[in-house]
């Protein structure tokens, strides 16, 4: 038996419709799927309603551990921090409505002040607790500050929040500078997800970006290390599929995600 479960990060398959993203990851074999607030929207304004996708999940048999994304949180002030907020509040209201469990919370992209950006954090995570539902730390490798476990680690204990949680990345790793082994800075129980991907060698890091991330096995990350690693911090839920792959988004979304899972399989259970 497979030590992870297996989840499919929806932008691998765009742009399929969010209807047709979830019935394909339940037909192709995966347990849970996350799904992006911008397709959510979507489907609602255009006429759709919350209790389809929910409904869809349920009889798919999907979770859905994460919604994608919250921003405008962690850097701002004043008046653009209270609009920030204000849409926060929605889409974490939308995420408990469909049953997810966390919202990925991402950085700014530039020069952060990070007591500031802890406490954000740290009202932002109590904004989700009102709703049931944890807003997790991202970290992104190619924003200019927060592109690191260790620097969004820093946000969350500063944040002093017993919630406090953070998403993974093996492309993010990569791509900020950082290191497998800053996994052992984390417990278990802090790790939201983890997304799971490969990348090629070159370019260099410095110039790769989401579009060049790969299926797992086909890149030059150790991803075996990084199985491990989660492991050995006690972590065993769910590896998330997340490729932003213009070729792939051309071909049948049901063959990419068959690919997709059994990529990921080779990898972990061979």
């Not at 991402?106 to 995570?125: I, M, Q």
């Amino acid at each position: 038996m497979a030590a992870f479960q297996y989840c499919l990060n929806a932008s691998t398959i765009r742009p399929t419709p969010i209807l047709d993203k979830i019935r394909i990851a339940g037909e192709v074999g995966y347990s849970a799927i996350e799904l992006w607030h911008d397709d959510i929207e979507s489907y609602v304004s255009s006429g759709g309603k919350l209790s389809d996708i929910k409904k869809a999940l349920a009889d798919q048999n999907l979770a859905l551990p994460t919604t994608i994304y919250l921003r405008g949180w962690c850097d701002t002030t004043g008046a653009e921090h209270v609009a920030g907020l204000d849409e926060c509040k929605k889409r974490l209201e939308d995420a408990a409505a469909l049953g997810a469990i966390y919202s990925i919370a991402s950085p700014a992209g530039g020069k952060v002040d990070v007591a500031l950006a802890a406490r954000n954090y740290a009202e932002l995570l109590n904004l989700g607790k009102s709703f049931g539902v944890k807003p997790a730390m991202e970290y992104l490798g190619f924003v200019e500050q927060i592109n690191t476990i260790e620097s969004a680690l820093e946000i969350m204990t500063l944040s002093q929040h017993p919630d406090a949680t953070i998403i993974v990345d093996p492309f993010h790793n990569f791509r900020g500078g950082g290191e497998f082994s800053s996994l052992s800075l984390l417990r278990g129980d802090q790790i939201a997800i983890s997304h799971f991907n490969d990348t090629p060698a070159s370019p260099p890091r410095e110039q790769q970006h989401d579009h060049s991330r790969v299926l797992p096995g086909e890149g030059h990350l150790d991803l075996k290390q990084w199985l491990s690693l989660l492991k050995q911090q006690g972590y065993s839920r769910w590896l998330s599929l997340e490729l932003f792959r213009e070729d792939l988004w051309t071909r049948d979304p049901k063959e990419v995600a068959r690919i997709g899972l059994e990529s990921m399989k080779a990898v972990v259970e061979g």
